[in-house]
T-cell receptor
Framework: EAGVAQSPRYKIIEKRQSVAFWCNPI?????LYWYQQILGQGPKLLIQ????????DSQLPKDRFSAERLKGVDSTLKIQPAKLEDSAVYLC?????????????FGPGTRLTVT | GQNIDQPTEMTATEGAIVQINCTYQ??????LFWYQQHAGEAPTFLSYNVLDGLEEKGRFSSFLSRSKGYSYLLLKELQMKDSASYLCAVRARTYKYIFGTGTRLKVLA
C-alpha cells in the first residue's frame, strides 16, 4: 500500500511569512496526526484528527498555527506568521487498528527553515 | 505531568546485543511503541506492546511492564545500519501519542 504523502519536502521562508503543508494519509486510516520535531528532540504532537474531527489540539499554538482535514482524508497545516522558533521538521502520520494492535506510519516530513 | 525517559546516547559493537530502556509516567495507557529514526528521515514503526511481556520480531524484541511503567527494546546481532535514534512513545488517554526524546545508538565496527 502507498505510504503517507507529504509536500513540500523542504521550505525556506522569512519570519512573518506564511506557509502551508499538505498531507495525504494511507487509504483507510481514520486517524491523522501532525507533529513538530525540532532537531535532537522527539516528535511533539500538534494536532490529532479522527476522520475530520479534532481529537486533540492542546499543543497547537492557535494564535499562529491552524489545521484542517476536509472530507476526512487530506489535511493541511498552516503557519501564519512564522517565527524563527518554528524551524523544524513537520511530520504527518496516520494510524490504524489491526486486530488488537495499533500501527502508526509517518510521512517523509517537511523540513521548514525560517530565516 | 506526562513524562517519558530514555538514555540520550548508547554505543555498541557490531554483532553485539544492546538494550534500550524507557520509563514512562502518563495519563492513561493505551500501548507503548518503539520507532527507529535514521538521521534526516521519518520515524519507522518497530513494535507495539499493550500487554505485559516480551514481543519478538526478528532481531528486535520489546518488553513491557505496565506496573513498573517500564519498557525496553532489545536489538540482537547488531549491524552498522542499526545506527539510528530509537524513539519510545506511549499512546495515552484520548489516544494521544507522547514521544520521548530518543536514544541515539552508534554501532561501531
Amino acid at each position: 500500500e502507498a505510504g503517507v504523502a507529504q509536500s513540500p519536502r523542504y521550505k525556506i521562508i522569512e519570519k512573518r511569512q506564511s506557509v502551508a503543508f499538505w498531507c495525504n494519509p494511507i487509504s483507510g486510516h481514520a486517524t491523522l496526526y501532525w507533529y513538530q520535531q525540532i532537531l535532537g528532540q522527539g516528535p511533539k504532537l500538534l494536532i490529532q484528527f479522527q476522520n475530520n474531527g479534532v481529537v486533540d489540539d492542546s499543543q497547537l499554538p492557535k494564535d499562529r498555527f491552524s489545521a484542517e482535514r476536509l472530507k476526512g482524508v487530506d489535511s493541511t497545516l498552516k503557519i501564519q506568521p512564522a517565527k524563527l522558533e518554528d524551524s523544524a521538521v513537520y511530520l504527518c502520520a496516520s494510524s490504524v487498528l489491526r486486530g488488537l494492535k495499533y500501527e502508526q506510519y509517518f510521512g517523509p516530513g517537511t523540513r521548514l527553515t525560517v530565516t | 505531568g506526562q513524562n517519558i525517559d530514555q538514555p540520550t546516547e548508547m554505543t555498541a559493537t557490531e554483532g553485539a546485543i544492546v538494550q534500550i530502556n524507557c520509563t514512562y509516567q502518563t495519563s492513561g495507557f493505551n500501548g507503548l511503541f518503539w520507532y527507529q529514526q535514521h538521521a534526516g528521515e521519518a520515524p519507522t514503526f518497530l513494535s507495539y506492546n499493550v500487554l505485559d511481556g516480551l514481543e519478538e520480531k526478528g532481531r528486535f524484541s520489546s518488553f513491557l511492564s505496565r506496573s513498573k511503567g517500564y519498557s525496553y527494546l532489545l536489538l540482537k546481532e547488531l549491524q552498522m545500519k542499526d545506527s539510528a535514534s530509537y524513539l519510545c512513545a506511549v499512546r495515552a488517554r484520548t489516544y494521544k501519542y507522547i514521544f520521548g526524546t530518543g536514544t541515539r545508538l552508534k554501532v561501531l565496527a
